[in-house]
């Protein structure tokens, strides 16, 4: 068998460094950017949500969260029927930023299917979804306090 799963750690951690260096003069760093997009675009998304989406634990979600809102890209709000529950929304920091950051991502994608033809692209999209509902089974199940058998 292939290293598939390394190619992919690689071609994630060149990404994610590319990124924090390209963001460094915005004040974002350690794949804040992907929080900050996920805002934008789900804006009054729940913290937990949040972290469910990005695949990190509730912890990391929430060192990035106040991080970028002490830096004025996002604020919490309360919701509107439950008060224990904080959604998150873009400030106009966040917002005017987030054109820059939807670019580099469309570029960091053209960048890594250069030379595929529509067939491919749409062939690896499909098998990759397949990947990631995979690994997402197993992350949740060990997310849960479950060992895996291997």
Known sequence: MKD???DIGIIARALDSISNIEFKELDLTKGQF?????ICENP?????KLAEMIKVD????ARA???LEMQGFIE?????TNKKIKRLFPKEKGEN???FL???????????????????MNTFYVLLQRVRKNVEADWEFVKKGNKRDY
């Open 102 to 120: 939807k670019r580099e991502e469309e570029h960091s994608n053209s960048v890594a299917l250069a030379g595929f033809t529509s067939d491919e």
């Open 34 to 38: 992907l929080y900050l997009v996920r």
């Open 44 to 48: 009054g998304i729940i913290q937990e």
């Open 76 to 80: 919490k709000r309360n919701d509107e």
């Open 4 to 6: 598939i799963l390394r």
């Open 97 to 99: 930023i987030y054109p």
């Open 65 to 67: 969260i106040k991080k």
């Open 58 to 61: 509730r912890t990391t979600a």
